[in-house]
T-cell receptor, first 118, second 112 residues
Framework: AQKITQTQPGMFVQEKEAVTLDCTYD???????LFWYKQPSSGEMIFLIY??????QNATEGRYSLNFQKARKSANLVISASQLGDSAMYFC???????????????FGTGTQLKVEL | EAQVTQNPRYLITVTGKKLTVTCSQN?????MSWYRQDPGLGLRQIYY???????DKGDVPEGYKVSRKEKRNFPLILESPSPNQTSLYFC???????????FGPGTRLTVL
């Protein structure tokens, strides 16, 4: 079965510093996608970044980058130059494409609460 | 504006009183899903739909029903709510299986 593990329940980082949020996954599907979502205290889910299992390069979106290490089954999120507005819960998620018959199953980790301090 | 809407946003009800949480998207997406979010457990998929009249169970379907009679709507039905269904519920949609999911604003449900 698919599984996502986020081992950091909470993290602190100083403003302007970079921070890495860990995510490991487990799947037997050769084709899958990895997502990161941000959930601020207001509750909405905001899509940040996507990495496909066959993508050759690590995904980047502005200050967000995904450190994808396929052999280690890890997909860590790196936030550069942290801002106070980055304080939120961050969820890693995975979507299998073959074993689940089309990719509509999204499995989430338990999340990491990030607090950015002055 | 492209969006996923849910109603109601907040609901307090009593055990056994049937309720429906509506979900609607205006992006012509084929895929729609329902999730529940509980502290320490992340989001767990309840049901999903790959198109009109095509629905399937997710990881935690017990106590829930769904229907997909129109492409834009995907209501979540709790026939006989129980306190363990107190949770934050999200509806999501996506164009296809490989795309990001767009989430609704969430519905906070309390069952007394």
């Amino acid at each position: 079965a698919q599984k996502i593990t986020q081992t950091q329940p909470g993290m602190f980082v100083q403003e302007k510093e970079a921070v890495t949020l860990d995510c490991t996954y487990d799947t037997s599907d050769p084709s899958y996608g990895l997502f990161w979502y941000k959930q601020p205290s207001s509750g909405e889910m905001i899509f940040l970044i996507y990495q496909g299992s066959y993508d050759q390069q690590n995904a980047t979106e502005g200050r967000y980058s995904l450190n994808f290490q396929k052999a280690r089954k890890s997909a860590n999120l790196v936030i550069s130059a942290s801002q106070l507005g980055d304080s939120a819960m961050y969820f890693c998620a995975m979507r299998d494409f073959i074993l689940t018959g089309g990719g509509n199953k999204l499995t989430f980790g338990t999340g990491t609460q990030l607090k950015v301090e002055l | 504006e492209a969006q996923v809407t849910q109603n109601p946003r907040y609901l307090i009800t009593v055990t056994g009183k049937k309720l429906t949480v509506t979900c609607s998207q205006n992006m012509n997406h084929e895929y729609m899903s329902w999730y529940r979010q509980d502290p320490g457990l992340g989001l767990r998929q309840i049901y999903y739909s790959m198109n009109v009249e095509v629905t399937d169970k997710g990881d935690v379907p017990e106590g829930y029903k769904v229907s997909r009679k129109e492409k834009r709507n995907f209501p979540l039905i709790l026939e006989s709510p129980s306190p363990n269904q107190t949770s934050l519920y999200f509806c999501a949609s996506s164009p296809g299986g490989r795309d990001e999911q767009f989430f609704g604003p969430g519905t906070r449900l309390t069952v007394l």
